[in-house]
């Protein structure tokens, strides 16, 4: 796809260190989180400035080059995968912490920044950049911004795109756009911001941002509950929220993801529970202390068998982190670990977990469940083994069922991971034909070569998951 | 524009009730609260169902007929001006409150709800909806999502998009379509919720709205400080800031303002003073406690005169009143007022009033500047006389040199009114002419043949100011 000819003209752009083609440095980037999919591109590129950008997407888009943007390539839904080859254009050299404004409560940075080194970044100064993905040691606020990350935090705090205020936006043409900036308000033209949010990469090259910050809330305080089952659990969400208690985080690990998570980090979990609720409140000590009591009270009405309030913020942390590891707790158990996000309204929460039971039965898997029980984003995984052909066929189906139950309670089929490739063929089951239909114009507007990471969002074939390797 | 054979099809969708072609009923609708811009309709129509505006806009495609969408009509920047006739959408008949879900902190309404009318309804049940623009007693939560309109708590609780969860809306082929919906997270295909926010009825017709609720505050309190001079109320609003404290609100008003609405609202003001700062907190009976005293604090340090805290809430409630009636105060001097909002970052505030103080000189205009000064969207307000064509042309230039000191300030030449067809030639000072040529592209993919709401927001001539009179 790249002659040499066009390969001298892009390392004229960047410098041949920043051009990479050899087998093991392409392999390297065919493939990012997500388990089965895999997609050789045919060179990977390392630009550090917009113009750099501009140049690379100026000169691909004439020559019909696919390019897929990358930060950390931790995506679970193939959005990193150059599946019809091309360009990975890794931005991991936009790392740079531009300026944090005190004055204004905002931060200016280059798209490859890791988020974690962010929230150090600001947390050193009292402020606090709120979005937290399970991905976040890793993963860059760039690759954050193209799949509207959420978090542990989203309840209280929203997600990626509630931070977001202003871009700078590179186009196919080479254009360099800006949208948004430091105005608090601001509604000058459509929203491109919001727009270029959760867009995947697949309008143009995001190379700076402006985030929103607020100030680091004084303390915060963990709470946990057991319970003999998953009813009871749900209504203590439910409940809470209903007596106007916004937490600012309520996790949820399943029986069968309490026993992994427990063999792992070595908790002491009491493993003959069927679930528990990790709750965690932030603010001014009196508010902390006000709201945690109030929700362990809660919990114990709403049946609890087991309320523990941690004693300080490190035990607190410890059970946070048990969390956070449970994806890869549950990743040693097979080969393949599929992490999905389908997403209800809160007060469908028991439903969908009874359903997750159930579809785990009836195709005989084992899926663990586990997630932000606050927001109704649940992530089902499911242990299995890709060179299973049979045993995969079993798990698309099985998935197949648990997004349509999650659509007809009203929820969605991604609540942050992202559409990618893996859920490119339920997009119209959440927006309907004509909203699929609506989004490929909007696409052509930006892209009318669809070169920004083409095979990505809109269903171009009926077979639900595909493995792809060259 | 509409031949007798299509306003039969008209009526054949509506009934003849709902179909007002009268020279007083199209007059009625021919300017909105915009000074100086007015132009009219081929016709009037109001819908009460989705399938109806389908209908409707299907047909008015089909012979290129205009179509505008209108709530209240309160617009403040020509945007419900029908500046090329056609067909005015009144949807003053989609004003109920179809459900709130109080499991959920959702409310379903139609967009033709009164937003005084939505606080109310959540409210009586603890609930809190707080985009609260100076318009919201008459503004429907339609015509708010259209501008994406701010108000007193933006810097609190952010603005109607953050609020915005989930749209029907129509597009000019009559296809009717969803998204978003009641789930926190959810992020299948591009954010088209928050593309339709402030797109100021230039893509489709919105029926209904799923909206965003958070918990009732406690309680609120509110002070006063009034300053010798311009630099230390906005000082005093960065202080605040810069001290982790956010309030509700924070709004400014100078002195020419305080003048005018003291006369008014008779609360006593001391018109010696140069700005005045209304700034209120809630939150729990403690937070609050806590914050205002601090906030009365940071003032005194900063160099206000005089300080004062609300005794009880409804003293409190009487001095925000005194700002929500600024512009109804300032428009009693001259036949002709003109409201601008051009917003700055916050650590500007002092040099954009400073400019408007220069400007207001130099031009020999009236100007009086309140607003929003936590969020830096001011509105700097002109009181003139449209019949005075020399005076205008001096209006013109005056917000000329506001627009272009706003944006040097990394502003936006638009807070929370829109762009409408007053700020329609400034656009390309915000986002560039490569912006602007982008958002063309984006409403083609939704509104082809260019019917919806034409003639706004992009610019398609060189005057700045234009009277429209049919």
Known sequence: MISPQLKNQFIAIVGSKY????????????????????????????????QEVSDILKLANEHLIPVVPRGSGTNLAGGTIPVEGGIVLNMNRFNKIYEIDQRNLTATIGTGVVTADLHKAVEAVGLFYPPDPGSMRISTVGGNMAQCAGGMRGLKYGVTKDYIMGLEYVLPSGEILRCGGKNVKDVAGYDMTRLMVGSEGTLGVVTEITVKLVPLPETKRTLVAYYRNLVDAARTVETVIASKIIPATMEFMDQSTMKVVDDFAKLGLPLEMKSMLLIEQDGSEDQVVKDIEKIAEIARQEGAALVEVARTIEEGAKLLAARRSALAALSRLRPTTILEDATVPRSRLAEIVEVVEQVAVKYDLQICTFGHAGDGNLHPTCMTDERNKEEIHRVEQAFDEIFRA????????????????????????????????????????FDPNNIMNPGKMFANSERRRVVVKQ
């Not at 060179?43 to 400035?49: H, N, Y």
């Open 19 to 50: 051009y990479l083609d050899s087998p093991n440095e392409l392999y390297a980037y065919s493939y990012d989180a997500t388990p089965i999919y895999q997609s050789m591109p045919d060179a990977v590129i390392m630009p550090e400035t917009t």
């Open 406 to 445: 999650a659509i007809r309670m009203g929820g969605t089929i991604t609540g942050e991971h992202g559409v990618g490739m893996a859920k490119m063929n339920y997009l119209s089951l959440k927006v309907g034909d004509g909203g699929v239909e609506l989004m490929k114009r909007l696409k052509a507007a």
